[in-house]
């Protein structure tokens, strides 16, 4: 069975940190370029940050760059987001995704639809209050 699923959210104060993972089944990541993005309450989703298999390539959302840290470990098939100095605003359902190997990471992240994305996690929730 393909799927993606995401773990590792939940409560923290906002400057802590979590680490969210995106474990794979049913089709290897690394072979995909892979992002997370997030749907905060009222709002539209948003690419987050992605990763491009093939040259390792990244790409950070503003809002995110120099907190947020986006690897992969392909031993183990699953990708990570490392959150760091956590804000309120980083309060958000975090999806991870698969986009096809042509995909940028940038594009992947900022018009996901060009490319099209072959798979959706069901997500993890993160809450930054204190």
């Known amino acids: 069975q393909v799927q993606l699923v995401e773990s590792g959210g939940?409560?923290?104060q906002p400057g802590g940190s979590l680490r969210l993972s995106c474990a794979a089944s049913g089709f290897t990541l690394d072979y995909y370029t892979i992002g997370w993005f997030r749907q905060a309450p009222g709002k539209e989703r948003e690419g987050v940050s992605c990763i491009k298999?093939?040259?390792g390539s990244t790409y950070y959302a503003d809002s995110v760059k120099g907190r947020f840290t986006i690897s992969r470990d392909n031993a183990k098939n699953t990708v990570y987001l490392q959150m760091n100095s956590l804000k309120p605003e980083d309060?958000?359902?975090y999806y991870c995704?698969?986009?096809?190997?042509?995909?940028?990471s940038q594009a992947m992240c900022v018009i996901p639809n060009?490319?099209?994305i072959n798979y959706w996690g069901k997500g993890t929730r993160v809450t930054v209050s204190s």
Do not use: H
């Open 10 to 12: 939940g409560l923290v």
């Open 53 to 55: 298999s093939s040259d």
């Open 91 to 93: 309060t958000a359902v």
């Open 97 to 104: 995704a698969a986009a096809p190997p042509t995909a940028t």
């Open 114 to 116: 060009y490319y099209g």
